[in-house]
């Protein structure tokens, strides 16, 4: 408790002085805050990006080592256009701004820590058990806003590790496709979009460690293919109980894979992961004496409310199974046409959901919901037609249907006429 004080009461002080020293930067930074070493260059003690480059015209990396930004700028790096490395080590305790990164065309590495250490070192991956030791995850960036990246198409290396993030969206990540590397270790990350890494489809090192993740969401349905380039998958230090083993028809059978200090559970998940896992892949951190619980496995088994809707064009619908099996089943989602769509699957409540558009012809038809895993497969259909056009009818029919009540009445009428009038002949 006393050291949870302590360095709470660190961080106010140093915010409080941050603020109480935080400038403008007007022009390039006062002499003998840079010193440059070939093409590298380092500035250290700046409370704000300089507004012109205070570096060499033939400087490609720029490291601003113990930074103090309490904000860093729209347009900060305008004026940075000839850089490929960039590394903010320090406190960044407010934001960074959307396009805060505008001009920097030619940037392929990016890394913005709460820490100072190894910081001028492009292979920033193998210190991160280094930083481990220093994380406290009390400064550093909390949020990281929609496309901030959207302006580096060279991009390939990304590390965000040792910050205050939280939660990862697919919106953060949007203009990825040139990214291989991204580090997001010590941090507080605890919720994933289930979709988050999809644009970065050339993903090669993922780095998540010392974080808060119990549950692998992002590398479930949505994700299949998304990962075929990923060699590395580092998870060392979360909270994740479950493996599943379908993860392994997602990565390429040589990645690597790190589940040191996670409290995983001994069921069928780890026993099928255990088979499944090939020669070629290291993988650190499990329990290889672990034994099978057969009793608590099983085959995958599909439930729906309903079979079948009826919709008209232009109308969404909603399509929910519920899916079981231990271990947890791969599950899939294809339509008529026989592509797969993009659903959710809720781990914890065992629910897939899909949200369809029916907008054309061809959206309607048979959807079928698959599951699989080593103990069997099984799949599950609903089927999406077209609402009848209802015509206003019913007022002609029912009028028409009166009157040939009333005409069929007309020879009983006579009849009762007839038989009244032989009566009266008769008295």
């Not at 850089?83 to 990016?110: C, D, K, M």
């Not at 034994?291 to 064009?313: G, H």
């Not at 799949?379 to 999406?384: D, L």
Request: with cysteine.
């Amino acid at each position: 408790m006393e050291a949870w004080i302590y360095a709470i009461s660190f961080t106010l002080l140093l915010y409080g002085t941050l603020l109480g020293n935080a400038q403008s930067c007007t022009g390039s930074s006062e002499s003998g805050q840079c010193t440059t070493f070939g093409p590298l260059c380092e500035c250290s003690n700046i409370s704000c990006i300089p507004t012109t480059n205070p570096c060499g015209p033939s400087t490609t990396d720029i490291v601003f080592l113990r930074s103090f930004f309490l904000n860093i700028p729209r347009d900060a790096f305008l004026s940075y256009n000839n850089i490929t490395f960039l590394a903010i080590a320090g406190f960044v305790g407010l934001s960074i701004e959307q396009g805060a990164f505008n001009g920097l065309h030619n940037l392929e590495i990016l890394r913005v820590n709460a820490f100072s250490i190894s910081a001028s070192s492009k292979s920033w991956a193998t210190d991160i058990d280094m930083y481990v030791s220093y994380s406290t995850g009390l400064t550093g960036l909390q949020a990281v806003s929609q496309d901030m990246f959207n302006t580096l198409p060279r991009l390939k290396s990304l590390d965000l590790s040792f910050n205050r993030i939280n939660y990862v969206n697919r919106n953060i990540f949007s203009s990825f496709y040139s990214v291989e590397e991204l580090g997001l270790a010590g941090n507080s990350i605890e919720m994933f979009d289930e979709t988050a890494f999809k644009p970065a489809p050339r993903l090669k090192k993922l780095y998540m460690s010392k974080n808060r993740i119990s549950h692998l969401v992002f590398m479930t349905n949505s994700s299949h293919s998304l990962f075929q380039h990923l060699e590395r998958l580092d998870l060392f230090g979360n909270g994740i109980t479950v493996f599943p083993s379908f993860i392994l028809q997602i990565v390429p059978p040589v990645v690597d894979i790190d589940l040191r200090e996670n409290p995983l559970i001994c069921d069928c998940n780890m026993i099928e992961f255990l088979k499944s896992s090939s020669e070629d892949q290291q993988i650190v951190g499990l329990d290889p004496t672990c034994t099978s619980p057969e009793k608590i496995c099983s085959a995958p088994k599909i439930s729906s409310s309903f079979t079948e809707f009826e919709v008209l064009p232009g109308e969404s619908v909603l399509l929910a199974f519920e899916v079981t099996g231990q271990p947890h089943p791969f599950v899939s989602i294809s339509g008529p046409d026989g592509l797969q769509r993009v659903g959710r699957y809720n781990i914890k409540t065992n629910q897939v959901t899909v949200d369809l558009l029916i907008a054309e012809d061809t959206d309607f038809g048979t959807y079928t919901c698959s599951a699989q895993n080593s103990y069997g497969s099984t799949s599950s259909t609903v089927v999406v037609k077209k609402e009848p056009t209802k015509h206003i009818t019913t007022t002609k029919s029912a009028k028409s249907k009166k009157a040939n009540n009333a005409n069929s009445l007309i020879p009983y009428r006579i009849i009762f006429l007839l038989i009244a009038v032989l009566h009266c002949l008769m008295i």
